[in-house]
């Protein structure tokens, strides 16, 4: 069984994908072709934002906006302790400070009540706090009702981690709209992937998107070799482009709805278990990035895990260790208590998800587990 079945959808798309490269192939437009304009287009129109520049993946692309808003030395980014590295990275790679926040055990996502405490804990270390990255963990939406009044109260740009959240909603609005800037990747396995790395940008702002272009281009100014800043060089290749353009058109026409079907079924096959089982707020909509269930305290997650394995069931453990675990952060970071999160590195399975699981391969994996930990 696949975790995530890349080769399903590939046999499904087949003639479209092969019939895109060709094209770019044999156009040599490689960088910055037509199909990049398009999917930019496409992409802004869909999340409902003004602008949506691509970019060489999802990590650069906060980092992109990070840049764009001069965030550096002296000042803190609030981030939530239970995410992917990325999401804290890029906060020290400008020379800022993250400050780690503990996450709802509900949604796996930051936990607004802290961002107030958090500022606090920046102030009173000498930093200025600047920013919340707010993250989509597993594909659904973080609060924002709330983390925008917080942001609000204290001054803070909001940028949206929807690296996982591409296709999600809350009432509609969908995710990649909520920050002031948000951000995607399209990593193969994410909600919306490519064939490699790729990402992107989106804001309603004229003027940050216009940063956020020169920024990826080296600090361009009025053309190429008349560079204004320091940048990077951080662009989505056109054949990803080709590759993203009818992959998207079956995320939002079917596979959207599919991978919600799937999670239903795991919902059904599962209440009642024992497990913890991940909860969709009312009015949410998740893209299912992940579907991860939470183990009581005395399953033994390895075994648990090796006896899968047997079975030909692939799990992950969507994280392992907290942010403010990672060596990498040693004595740069501050962090608040997060005692929500710790408990989430150990008790954590994601289960096999996507548009393409099977009904069979569903019920398989249900069955597995309850068996496995009743
Ligand atoms: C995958 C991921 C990223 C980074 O995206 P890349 O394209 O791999 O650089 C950032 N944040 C979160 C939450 C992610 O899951």
Same mark, same amino acid.
């Given at each position: 069984?696949?975790?995530?079945d ?5 046999? /499904? ?11 770019v192939i $044999?156009?040599?437009?490689? &960088? ?5 304009k398009?999917?930019e287009?496409?992409l802004?129109e869909y #999340?409902?934002?003004?602008h ?5 993946n999802?990590?650069d692309?906060?980092?992109?906006a990070?840049m764009? =808003?001069?965030?550096g030395?002296?000042d803190a #980014?609030?981030?939530?302790d239970?995410t992917?590295?990325?999401s804290g ?5 400008v020379? /800022? ?7 709802l055990?509900?949604?796996?996502n930051?936990?607004?009540?802290? &961002? %107030? !405490? %958090?500022?606090e ?5 000498g930093?200025n @706090? ?8 597993f594909?659904q939406?973080?609060?924002?009702v709330e983390i925008r009044?917080?942001?609000e ?6 940028l949206?981690?929807g690296a ?9 609005k ?6 002031d ?5 399209f990593f193969?396995a994410k @909600?919306?992937?490519?064939? *490699?790395?790729g990402g992107a940008?989106f804001t309603?702002?004229?003027? =940050?998107a $216009?940063l956020?272009r020169?920024? $990826? #281009?080296?600090?361009k100014?009025s053309m190429?070799?008349?560079n204004v800043r320091l940048?990077?060089?951080?662009r989505?290749d056109?054949?990803?482009?080709a590759?993203?353009? !009818? ?15 799937r999670?239903n =079924?795991?919902?059904?096959a599962l209440? *009642?278990?024992g497990?913890k ?6 009015g949410?909509?998740?893209s =299912?990035a992940?579907y991860?269930v939470?183990?009581?305290?005395n399953v033994?997650?390895d ?9 030909d069931?692939p ?6 260790k907290?942010?403010?675990?990672q060596? $990498?952060?040693e *004595?740069?970071?501050?962090s608040?208590?997060c005692?929500t ?14 548009p393409?699981?099977?009904?069979a ?8 587990l ?5």
């Amino acid at each position: 069984m696949e975790f995530r079945d890349l080769k399903a959808q590939y046999a /499904a798309l087949k003639d479209e994908i092969d019939q895109g490269i060709a094209d770019v192939i $044999a156009s040599s437009h490689y &960088i910055g072709g037509a199909p990049v304009k398009q999917l930019e287009q496409e992409l802004a129109e869909y #999340v409902g934002v003004k602008h949506c520049i691509t970019c060489g993946n999802g990590t650069d692309a906060l980092q992109l906006a990070l840049m764009a =808003w001069g965030i550096g030395k002296g000042d803190a #980014v609030i981030v939530p302790d239970f995410t992917f590295f990325s999401s804290g990275e890029v906060v020290s790679t400008v020379g /800022a400070t993250p400050v780690f926040v503990d996450v709802l055990e509900d949604t796996f996502n930051i936990d607004s009540a802290q &961002i %107030a !405490p %958090a500022c606090e804990l920046a102030r009173k270390n000498g930093l200025n @706090p600047k920013v919340v990255v707010a993250v989509d963990l597993f594909g659904q939406p973080a609060d924002y009702v709330e983390i925008r009044k917080a942001c609000e109260e204290q001054g803070l740009l909001l940028l949206e981690d929807g690296a996982q959240g591409f296709g999600g909603s809350i009432n509609g609005k969908r995710a990649c709209s909520f920050g002031d800037i948000s951000t995607t990747s399209f990593f193969p396995a994410k @909600p919306l992937g490519c064939y *490699g790395d790729g990402g992107a940008v989106f804001t309603d702002s004229d003027e =940050w998107a $216009a940063l956020i272009r020169s920024i $990826a #281009v080296h600090g361009k100014g009025s053309m190429k070799y008349d560079n204004v800043r320091l940048g990077m060089n951080s662009r989505l290749d056109t054949i990803q482009a080709a590759i993203l353009l !009818p992959k998207f058109h079956a995320f939002r026409d079917y596979e959207l709805d599919a991978v919600n079907e799937r999670a239903n =079924w795991y919902h059904e096959a599962l209440s *009642g278990s024992g497990l913890k089982l991940p909860e969709v707020r009312n009015g949410y909509v998740s893209s =299912w990035a992940q579907y991860t269930v939470i183990l009581s305290n005395n399953v033994d997650r390895d075994i648990l895990q090796a006896r899968l394995r047997e079975l030909d069931i692939p799990t992950m453990i969507y994280y392992p260790k907290p942010m403010h675990e990672q060596k $990498a952060f040693e *004595g740069s970071c501050l962090s608040l208590p997060c005692h929500t999160a710790e408990n989430l590195c150990r008790t954590v399975l994601s289960l096999p998800i996507g548009p393409y699981l099977t009904e069979a391969d569903a019920v398989l994996v249900a069955q597995a587990l309850i068996s496995q930990t009743m």
